[in-house]
């Protein structure tokens, strides 16, 4: 049973407007008393937003996700904001690592971060794989992405993001992956917040693999969909 959460934002105490994360909290830990196959895992944009994050960069809702159990979580564009070093600080602090199969330093063979992790229930081996979008580059602090030159020093592989995915796709189900889920923080076109947004429809069009999509970044607000 998925749970999946995405552009928190920080929002750790309540407004006239959203409920904070108290009342998700005790929903989720009643829902884990009775459900033995609950998995919690979020598609990004967790840490940058409200006072109480931005205050401590990131710590206050790291240790909430470290009580909560998260799974898996994939890297949101505001993931940067703070910067990469910040980042990696928050990272070190995570009991689950971030998954990202689309960032990587230029010039090396490897992403920064692991493209996805597998996890095993029981005889089922479940890949989790992590897509974030490559308007991060130009939205989040551009500068950090940049050599004292002011030359991009990483990549997020907007022009070859499709093939990227594909390619993690096909390495977790080579190492036994049953299932596949996307954490993408990518989001729909039409309700395109920056320039070159990519879109998850498109996404799911350009790859094959892929058992769900838990997707994020512009907010949309979907009842219910399914694509056949």
């Given at each position: 049973d998925f749970y999946a959460l995405n552009d928190l934002h920080g929002k750790f105490s309540d407004t006239d407007d959203f409920v904070g994360v108290d009342e998700l909290t005790t929903y989720l830990k009643?829902?884990?008393?009775?459900d033995d196959n609950l998995?919690?895992?979020s598609s990004g944009d967790m840490w940058q937003g409200s006072a109480e994050s931005n205050l401590t960069r990131g710590l206050l809702i790291t240790e909430w996700m470290n009580e909560l159990?998260?799974?898996?979580?994939?890297?949101?564009?505001?993931?940067f904001d703070f910067r990469i070093s910040r980042l990696d600080e928050l990272v070190d602090m995570m009991d689950t690592k971030p998954v990202c199969c689309n960032f990587q330093k230029l010039g090396e063979d490897t992403t920064c971060y692991e493209p996805y992790s597998i996890v095993?229930?029981?005889d089922v081996d479940i890949a989790y794989i992590g897509i974030t979008?490559?308007?991060?580059?130009?939205?989040?602090?551009?500068?950090?992405?940049?050599?004292e030159n002011g030359n991009y020093i990483y990549s997020f592989n907007s022009t070859e993001l499709y093939d990227v995915v594909q390619e993690s796709i096909d390495s977790a189900e080579a190492r036994g992956a049953d299932y596949v889920i996307a954490l993408s923080h990518i989001?729909?076109?039409e309700d395109e917040i920056y320039g070159d947004l990519e879109d998850v429809e498109t996404l799911i069009k350009n790859t094959s693999g892929f058992d769900a999509v838990l997707d994020a970044h512009s907010h949309t607000v979907?009842?219910?969909q399914t694509i056949e």
């Amino acid at each position: 049973d998925f749970y999946a959460l995405n552009d928190l934002h920080g929002k750790f105490s309540d407004t006239d407007d959203f409920v904070g994360v108290d009342e998700l909290t005790t929903y989720l830990k009643n829902a884990y008393k009775t459900d033995d196959n609950l998995v919690l895992l979020s598609s990004g944009d967790m840490w940058q937003g409200s006072a109480e994050s931005n205050l401590t960069r990131g710590l206050l809702i790291t240790e909430w996700m470290n009580e909560l159990g998260f799974v898996s979580m994939t890297l949101g564009n505001h993931e940067f904001d703070f910067r990469i070093s910040r980042l990696d600080e928050l990272v070190d602090m995570m009991d689950t690592k971030p998954v990202c199969c689309n960032f990587q330093k230029l010039g090396e063979d490897t992403t920064c971060y692991e493209p996805y992790s597998i996890v095993s229930y029981g005889d089922v081996d479940i890949a989790y794989i992590g897509i974030t979008t490559p308007s991060t580059i130009s939205s989040s602090a551009p500068a950090q992405f940049k050599d004292e030159n002011g030359n991009y020093i990483y990549s997020f592989n907007s022009t070859e993001l499709y093939d990227v995915v594909q390619e993690s796709i096909d390495s977790a189900e080579a190492r036994g992956a049953d299932y596949v889920i996307a954490l993408s923080h990518i989001g729909y076109a039409e309700d395109e917040i920056y320039g070159d947004l990519e879109d998850v429809e498109t996404l799911i069009k350009n790859t094959s693999g892929f058992d769900a999509v838990l997707d994020a970044h512009s907010h949309t607000v979907i009842e219910s969909q399914t694509i056949e």
